[in-house]
């Protein structure tokens, strides 16, 4: 993964500082040589407005009362104008500032609130997938469980014989460290959904991941007789984002396909994932189509409002989380009907850089 340099991060930063340093030199200067009846201390607003981005909340503090002190030496320093504009220009630009940092600091403190409360809403969502997931997880763990069990009594009764037959017990054993490893990676994509980490974007196979969340709602699509078809294009180039974010909007996807198509039993039980280049090539679609009862008058514009669903036991969080993770990713999503009569929810993600290029000199 791509990672900037930590000497390159903070080069980046001093240099914003400098420049931030000589905006307010050039504005003491302006404010100094100028008249009172010219407050060019105001645009110390912006000076402060670009440090709440750059410095820490405390340093931006520090700095607003320098610009106070700046403004207060400027009017002693001048000269020339009427004295009492002067005072009143003073005072204004120094309540402006002063406002101006607490509002900033207000905002950044909000924004970061809101990030927190995303990362928050981000996991609750990610629990509660797992959660309607759990019959498939139960059923896809059991297969190879019984697997190992099956075997290990093979080999005990091949072992058992006289002779042991050493040949037969070595396969049965092999059988057994293949089932054992094939749990082993259902429990581990598991975790890796259920994370907690925060969000690393990274370049990433798109069509593996749709066959990992695929394998994961095996059971239910299997026990519910479902005809899933997968068209996963083999030159589909990688996408930049988080891969277990991305996944959750995968699997949020297909299960809604899933709850869709069992509400209708009368209708066809199919659903249809598809990944495709989008015309400019610049991003890739994936395509999740059911052949459920679609949407009805109104549902296709607040589908992704938050706390609004059409299941009796939702909660209404799944599509607009999936929003927000699609867009944090650089993409977008939306609803469309489709040729199933169904609906069909698609989402699009950047190519990862470089991509093309790569696929080009193969």
């Known amino acids: ?88 220009n003073t005072a204004i630009s120094i309540v402006a500032i002063a406002v101006t940092t607490y509002l900033s600091l207000k905002l950044v403190a909000a924004e970061a609130a809101i990030h927190d409360a995303r990362e928050r809403l981000m996991r609750i969502a990610r629990v509660t997938s797992l959660g309607e997931l759990t019959a498939s997880i139960a059923h896809e763990v059991n297969q190879p469980l019984a697997a190992v069990v099956t075997s290990a009594g093979a080999c005990r009764r091949w072992l058992a014989a006289d002779p042991p037959n050493i040949e037969k017990a070595e396969r049965a054993a092999e059988r057994i460290v293949a089932e054992a490893s094939r749990a082993s990676e259902v429990i581990a994509r598991v975790r890796g959904l259920a994370s907690g980490k925060p969000p690393m974007r990274d370049r990433f196979d798109l069509n593996a991941l749709v066959l990992e969340i695929v394998e994961l709602a095996r059971g239910q699509i299997d026990r519910h007789d479902i005809l899933l078809r997968l068209y996963l294009p083999e030159d589909l180039p990688p996408v930049f984002g988080d891969r277990v974010q991305i996944g959750q909007v995968v699997g949020n996807l297909l299960l809604n396909a899933i709850d869709a198509v069992m509400a209708e039993p009368a209708r066809g039980h199919e659903i249809e994932v598809i990944a495709s280049l989008t015309k400019g090539g610049q991003s890739v679609t994936l395509a999740v189509a059911d052949s459920g009862v679609g949407f009805r008058a109104g549902e296709a514009e607040r589908l992704f409002d938050a706390f609004w669903t059409t299941k009796q036991d939702g909660i209404g969080l799944g599509l607009t989380i999936s929003r927000a993770i699609v867009e944090a990713n650089g993409g977008r999503i939306w609803a469309e009907e489709n040729e199933l009569d169904g609906a069909t929810l698609l989402f699009t993600l950047p190519i990862a850089r470089g991509a093309n290029e790569a696929e080009t000199t193969a």
Do not use: K, N, W
Not at 27 to 32: A, G, L, P, Q, R
């Open 1 to 88: 993964m791509t990672q900037r340099r930590p000497g390159g991060v903070e080069r980046g930063r001093t240099i914003r500082v400098a420049l931030l340093m000589a905006a307010i030199a050039a504005i003491f200067i302006v404010d100094t040589v100028t008249d009172y009846a010219i407050a060019a201390a105001v645009f110390y607003v912006a000076v402060i407005l670009l440090a709440t981005r750059v410095l820490r909340p405390r340093s931006v503090v520090i700095l607003t009362a320098a610009c106070g002190v700046l403004t207060v030496l400027s009017f002693l320093l001048t000269h020339s104008g009427v004295y009492e504009v002067g005072i009143v």
